[in-house]
């Protein structure tokens, strides 16, 4: 299984942005998938995850009531919503893939999101 991110860009402030991962070669082994995002000089921190198979969501405290993350399962892909971005939001995203939301073995190639003030 290959994860394939996309749709980072530049938004401004109070902007949106829509973020796809592609499972490409099936989901047979995955049961979570999840966003996480490292900005210059700090350590990549968790963003939101989503179950595969019960759809049941979790969300940083950073993100909750602007990020919204979902799963298409025909598509083998999760999206995740970013609204009401800030300047903070600025970071390389990836998506992640694993047996549970605590343990991740695949990672897509990262995604720029960068905010302007």
């Known amino acids: 299984v290959q994860l394939q991110a996309s749709g980072g860009g530049l938004a401004q402030t109070g902007g949106s942005l829509r973020l796809s991962c592609a499972a490409l070669?099936?989901?047979?082994?995955?049961?979570?998938m999840g966003w996480f995002r490292q900005a210059p000089g700090k350590e990549r921190e968790f963003v939101a995850a989503?179950?595969?198979?019960?759809?049941?969501?979790n969300y940083a405290e950073a993100v909750k009531g602007r990020f919204t993350i979902s799963r298409d399962k025909a598509k083998n892909t999760v999206y995740l919503q970013m609204n009401s971005l800030k300047p903070e939001d600025t970071a390389v995203y990836y998506c992640?893939?694993?047996?549970?939301?605590?343990?991740?073995?695949?990672w897509g190639q990262g995604t720029q999101v960068t905010v302007s003030s």
């Open positions: 992640a893939a694993g047996p549970s939301d605590t343990r991740y073995d695949k």
């Open positions: 070669g099936g989901t047979f082994s995955i049961n979570a």
């Open positions: 989503v179950n595969w198979i019960t759809g049941s969501t």
